[in-house]
Nanobody
């Protein structure tokens, strides 16, 4: 079983920045993809960004040019740098890892962007 712990959420004004972190623990081997999803009140969980073992990235159209996903292999940690934040970015952000054996999810971290 892989454990994921998110951190870095908080309250920020529109136009500001936050960096989320997701630390993975447990046995991880083989090819895998890590990513970020978010869920706002009254909405379904949506894809935000992902990064593969080879470093390839993908982003939702709503965050392209503003968010950047990176990883630190030595620390088994993935990051989401969020710039130019908008009120519509307000949501609980969840870290995800997709292994060949299946997915694991973190508990989420709240991001609130005020006007």
């Amino acid at each position: 079983q892989v454990q994921l712990v998110e951190s870095g959420g908080g309250l920020v004004q529109a136009g500001g920045s936050l960096r989320l972190s997701c630390a993975a623990s447990g046995r991880i081997f083989g090819s895998y993809t890590m990513g970020w999803f978010r869920q706002a009140p009254g909405k379904e969980r949506e894809f935000v960004a992902r990064i593969s073992t080879s470093g390839g990235t993908s982003y939702a159209d709503s965050v392209k040019g503003r968010f950047t996903i990176t990883k630190d292999n030595a620390k088994n940690t993935v990051y989401l740098q969020m710039n130019s934040l908008k009120p519509e970015d307000t949501a609980v952000y969840y870290c995800n890892i997709l292994l060949t054996s299946g997915p694991s999810w973190g508990q989420g971290t709240q991001v609130t962007v005020s006007s």
